[in-house]
């Protein structure tokens, strides 16, 4: 059969012989084929980075270099404290539209001889030229791939290979050398548990992956692990919980907003949509990001209507995000609902026409195991 020409061309990881190799079953995402899983399964492979630690490949993730001079142009796009940001620390960050929207959320490192930022796939030539639009000198990183280590013996193991990285703290950067090559090190992730994200040269890609796989303490870990492990952390989602409609203070990221970015900081306001998100932070936005979880063991995803009652009565809101939590046991979901919505009520989601009923809880579901 002929080959479909309307077909999207998806572009390769830089380790996708490796990933075949390993098993992985990939599907697009975000132009990327992506390992989703490998032989072991998705619930396998969540429970053992809660315990060991996991190998993530993220290299579809956009690495961009700006000058050190490019902080003060950051703080004019994004509500983070960044002229606060010390040397050898990073932080996270929203890019923020006139109306108080997230174009995406991000990280900024400040590193001794320039601030490296990592965007998400899919809002990476957005983000670009976003970028390039205000401030000189951005410059793609494209020769480097960048993988993620998470879980309680991350340490051990990338230690085992770069001793540095015992010596660092959540949210700490650093460049240590591995076999001559400069690995580009934080001590972040996004899956809730203390681990790594490694930017290392292509060149030298495969053989640092086949190094920490050949600890027995690290096993290969694709997409769908990566987001069940995300949602029980209570991490938001580009595309899901944040979006160019969503403000940070709704999307519950209010805490990403700098103290010296608040109305009575040393450099109040000062980004795009400014007014807005600092009404929202001192008198509350008109909605709520809620953890939610279903009655039962039927998960309920993206896009299920909430309700504050059984029968009739208005929508209130909707999942931005469902699935079934391994850690847990049982479903879980976040939604974005109404912020007068009592904070105590059962709520109903719509799954095929039957209302079924939802607790509201606190987040993070599964507590975050980051080294302070």
Not at 92 to 112: K, P, S
Not at 311 to 334: C, D, H, R, V
């Amino acid at each position: 059969m002929a080959e479909n020409a309307t077909a999207p061309m998806l572009t390769a990881l830089p380790l996708a012989d490796l990933h075949a190799e390993l098993g992985a079953k990939c599907v697009p995402f975000a132009g990327w084929s992506m390992p989703v899983q490998y032989p072991q399964g998705v619930m396998a492979e969540h429970l053992w980075t809660r315990t060991h630690a996991g190998l993530f490949d993220v290299s579809h993730m956009g690495q961009l270099r700006l000058p050190k001079s490019a902080l003060e142009g950051l703080e004019a796009l994004i509500p983070a404290d960044l002229l606060g940001l010390p040397e050898g620390r990073q932080r996270y960050g929203i890019f923020t539209n006139a109306t108080g929207g997230a174009l995406d959320d991000l990280m900024v490192a400040h590193r001794a001889g320039d601030i490296f930022v990592v965007v998400n796939a899919a809002r990476h030539a957005h983000d670009r030229a976003h970028l390039r639009a205000h401030i000189a000198g951005v410059e793609a990183v494209s020769d480097r791939a960048l993988l993620a280590l998470q879980g309680p013996e991350a340490e051990a193991a990338l230690a085992a290979l770069v001793p540095g990285v015992a010596a660092m703290r959540f949210m700490d950067v650093a460049v240590l050398r591995w076999q001559g090559a400069d690995l580009w090190i934080s001590r972040s992730g996004y899956t809730g548990e203390d681990g790594f994200e490694i930017s290392v040269p292509v060149a030298q890609a495969e053989g640092f992956a086949r190094a920490l796989l050949a600890d027995a303490r690290v096993a290969p870990i694709g997409l769908g692990a990566r987001d069940s492990l995300r949602l029980e952390a209570g991490l938001p989602l580009y595309g899901q919980e944040m979006d160019e409609t969503i403000t940070p203070v709704e999307a519950g990221q209010g805490w990403s907003i700098g103290r010296a970015r608040r109305a009575d900081g040393a450099r109040a306001g000062g980004f795009p949509g400014a007014a807005i998100i600092l009404e929202q932070l001192a008198h509350g936005a008109p909605r709520r990001r809620v953890g939610l979880r279903p009655e039962g063991r039927a998960p309920m995803r993206a896009g299920v209507a909430l309700f504050a009652e059984a029968e009739g009565g208005a929508q209130i809101g909707a999942i931005t995000s469902g699935g079934f939590g391994p850690s847990l046991g049982g479903p879980m979901a976040i939604g974005l609902i109404d912020a007068a919505t009592d904070t105590d009520s059962v709520l109903f989601g719509d799954l095929r026409g039957k209302r079924l009923a939802l607790q509201q809880v606190s987040l993070p579901f599964v507590p975050p195991g980051y080294k302070r």
